[in-house]
């Protein structure tokens, strides 16, 4: 099945936060940022812009009603800021307006006086001065100290990965509603409803039952509207509660590379001992991640890096420290792989460091390392893997002998340019890693014309999950897909939602839908089974058809509703579902937090011009454990799209701030994403069909975050490539790799030698 959108969405008919026709009387909102990335207020001067037509109000947090504070993990954030600034664009008053345009004039006219406290930008230098948003954390397995002296050979390094813009391409933005007996209707790009509506009801001061957060869908959202979508939904939200009227207010890029966090950057230390045979013995890593200003989701992304922290590879020896690191930079957050890859690129770094002074290809240290079925992880959890099904599946479906021999015979023969190739595992475990958060609501209505409607807690943002739910209906009830309605993501239909992330919510509202509909499907059996004088078992629907012990009595689906209706049989159902056997003791740093684990293996192969430094792509062939896929169509394309926003991370999203906090990677035009020239000119993705037991719905193993770490691939591929050209080069793990960083690898020694 494709995905069921697309034919709205390519007529131009899929409805998205902009194009909710307006109401009348509605007010545009437009925030005021901090010039400065830290100090004290001492002056707001709203005088002038009051004065400005079409202003109507401009709220401070004098205004709210309840808390000023927006916090989650740590209540470190306030909706807008009281006395002190932490980074540049933090907000500090709100424009209501009746046009954008004179929102946008007035916010020129807000005078402010800060005095400057120093700015931080480097975690090193946070942590360095105690600047911390969390005690700092450590997975342990073994004792590594023990077997130092017992490694044959030991290699330290540091390795760097920068930020990421989420760059959806519907920014972060809320129109919210007057409704009557003082409850507020919000519609919001966001990945988290009812964190938008717990937030919301505690800055506004009323019960959450006040609040109605509605979600349609996202232009994209990458993990960006997790968390960070809650500021713009309340703002908007205090101006309906201050205002009486409508409100809206949608980012303009500018403003919303400007105000948002990224992908967490790491700066990060490793450590790595192998014995003779190149077997990892030990293994350390200190992560320092740059958490910005407040603590948004910062510490559980740095949990997640800590149980990613040896990837694919069983490590008998294990300490991993991380450090959440406050910063005066806009409060980074979730991203696609949510600590995951950051951790992964360490360890990857670690083994090519190893390799490249030992003067082996890294791929035979990677192949024998790889995790087995019963090795225990850093953090308890016992792994079923499919590591090295993978593996010897990319060997033999791409001929790795006779590419790797291809390759080194075109390095032979040319000198202008050079390939490289790298092998990259994966493995990644599905499930928030903080076990409440693992459970789901389905509300499933079968209506007496046959149709169904659907409601869950998973919002669609261009992944496919309303397909999914669709399909997991269709599969129960045996009917038509046009039968079945998949309806908003609603707070007042669905309470109690965790987000749509962490690669989880197929799974979690997949299995509620399964639950609510396989409970209707139920009663309609029993109902069929007193009509035919059989036993239940004996009932069966199949494509609108009721079948009695295999054999058509012409009975229809419509027939069978009908007769539910005036029997009374219920035939409505809210399901409940929370994954079994989920577990994690944050003292111990042990248990069993994920339902399983995704693995697969990419193959990258890259040709640098070694003239100008520039590159191209060749191919990236990709063995990828789907459990059994209940989508291929949406699989593949969840598969090449994370492929090519872990590639764009990986060598050309480079985030620059100066040493004021400021943004200089602030428009398109500064800051490079990937483009059709940037994508692999061969993508082949190979479907790994396993049949080892999985928590996943329908045994269709979660799709969305995994393949971003393939774009590591990217990564290593050059730094060979380059190594082809210059064997001597000692080139830093610092990710990305820009054309302009190939470059000065490939001519090091020469880059500062005058010219004559």
Not at 352 to 379: V, Y
Not at 463 to 479: D, H
Not at 722 to 751: C, F, G, Q, W
């Amino acid at each position: 099945m494709k995905n069921t959108d697309i034919f709205s969405h390519v007529r131009g008919e899929s409805i998205y936060l902009d194009d909710v026709p307006l109401v009348a009387g509605t007010l545009f909102a437009a925030a005021f940022g901090s010039p400065h990335a830290h100090g004290v207020i001492t002056k707001l001067d709203l005088t002038q812009a009051l004065q400005m037509p079409g202003v109507v109000q401009i709220l401070t947090y004098k205004d709210i009603p309840g808390e000023n504070q927006i916090g989650g993990i740590v209540p470190d954030e306030p909706l807008l800021a009281e006395h002190h600034v932490h980074f540049q664009g933090m907000p500090v008053a709100l424009v209501l307006a009746e046009t954008e345009e004179a929102g946008q004039a007035a916010l020129k006219k807000i005078i402010i006086e800060i005095d400057p406290l120093p700015i931080i930008t480097d975690p090193r230098v946070a942590r360095e001065k105690g600047e911390l948003i969390v005690p700092p954390r450590t997975f342990r397995l073994g004792d590594p100290d023990a077997v130092w002296k017992d490694c044959a050979h030991i290699f330290e390094g540091i390795a760097e990965t920068n930020g990421q813009e989420h760059l959806y391409i519907e920014t972060q933005g809320a129109y919210s509603f007057p409704m009557e007996n003082g409850g507020i209707r919000v519609i919001s790009s966001t990945q988290g409803p009812t964190a938008v509506q717990r937030h919301m009801a505690q800055v506004l001061g009323v019960p959450m039952h006040q609040i109605e957060v509605d979600v349609t869908r996202l232009g994209g959202g990458f993990g960006g509207k997790e968390d960070q979508a809650t500021m713009w939904a309340i703002l908007c939200a205090l101006g309906t509660y201050c205002s009486g009227k409508p409100v809206k207010y949608v980012l303009n890029r500018m403003e919303d590379m400007r105000m948002t966090g990224k992908r967490n950057p790491y700066s990060s230390d490793f450590k790595i001992g192998l014995d003779k045979d190149l077997k990892i013995l030990a293994y350390e890593a200190t992560f320092h991640q740059n958490a910005g200003a407040t603590a948004d989701l910062s510490p559980a992304v740095l949990e997640r890096t800590l149980f990613h922290s040896t990837n694919t590879y069983f490590v008998p020896n294990v300490r991993s420290t991380a450090y959440s690191c406050r910063t005066n930079l806009p409060p980074n957050t979730a991203f696609r792989g949510f600590g995951g890859p950051q951790g992964m690129f360490v360890i990857e770094a670690a083994i090519h460091k190893a390799a490249q002074q030992l003067g082996i290809p890294a791929w035979e240290i990677q192949k024998r390392n790889l995790i087995q079925t019963g090795d225990e992880f850093s953090f308890g959890q016992k792994a079923v893997s499919e590591a090295t099904e993978c593996w010897a599946e990319a060997e033999a479906q791409f001929q790795s002998k006779e590419w790797i021999a291809n390759i080194d015979r075109f390095n032979q023969e040319n000198v202008l340019f050079k390939k490289g190739i790298s092998f990259m595992p994966i493995c990644f475990g599905i499930s928030f890693t903080k076990t409440p958060m693992n459970q789901a609501r389905a509300l499933v209505h079968v209506y007496t014309d046959g149709s169904i409607g659907i409601s869950t807690g998973a919002v669609e943002m261009g992944q496919g999950v309303n397909t999914k739910m669709l399909q997991v209906a269709q599969q129960i009830f045996s009917v038509e897909a046009k039968r079945i309605k998949i309806h908003s993501t609603n707070t007042f239909r669905i309470a109690n939602t965790s987000p749509s992330a962490a690669s989880a919510t197929a799974d979690l509202n997949g299995k509620a839908v399964e639950m609510a509909a396989n409970a209707i499907l139920t009663r309609f059996k029993t109902m069929a089974a007193e009509k035919f004088s059989v036993a239940e078992n004996e009932i069966e629907l199949r494509n609108e058809e009721v079948l009695v012990s295999g054999k058509s009595v012409g009975y229809s689906w419509l027939q069978l509703v009908q007769d539910g209706y005036l029997k009374r049989i219920a035939m409505s159902e809210h399901a409940h579902y929370a994954p079994p056997g989920l577990h994690f003791d944050m003292k111990l740093e042990k248990g069993h937090p994920f339902a399983y684990h995704v693995y697969g293996t990419a193959v990258t192969e890259v040709t640098v011009d070694c003239l100008r430094g520039t590159y191209e792509i060749d191919a990236v062939r990709i063995v990828h454990d789907f459990g059994s896929s209940m989508n291929p169509v949406i699989d593949r394309g969840q598969i090449e799209g994370g492929l090519v926003q872990g590639i764009g991370w990986m060598t050309l999203e480079e985030i620059v701030y100066d040493e004021t906090g400021r943004l200089r990677s602030n428009a398109l035009s500064t800051y490079k994403v990937p483009d059709i020239y940037s994508v692999p000119a061969e993508i082949d993705v190979r479907f790994l069909e396993t049949e080892k037991d999985n928590m996943a719905i329908l045994r269709s193993k979660a799709v969305g975050e995994p393949p971003l770490m393939y774009g590591m691939g990217t990564y290593f591929a050059l730094r060979n490539a380059i190594l082809a050209h210059r064997p001597s080069a000692d080139i830093a793990y610092s990710a990305p790799m820009t054309p302009e960083k190939v470059l000065m690898a490939l001519y090091e020694e020469n880059v500062n030698v005058p010219v004559s």
